[in-house]
């Protein structure tokens, strides 16, 4: 479970960082395979570094992800199904 859930910018520079992506700053629109270039080796590590935020995204889901955006809504959504009730 995250500690807390990310803003998109900090979620974006650490998806930058776990996926050694040299490009200026993510944006919610950046295509996945199309604009930054991932392989499935890099998509395999993608959910490996959502995960190590704290949530945990199955491959089939992972499947659809077309953009950045798709990755981080899908880490909120699941982020917040994951937090206890206040």
Known sequence: MPASILDFDTFAHRLRQGLRINSGPLSKNARLVEDL??????????????????????EETAESFETVGDVYIEYVRRAEASEPDA
């Open 37 to 58: 270039r991932l392989d499935s080796f890099d998509l395999t590590e993608l959910l490996v570094v959502v995960e190590e935020l704290g949530v945990r995204v199955p």
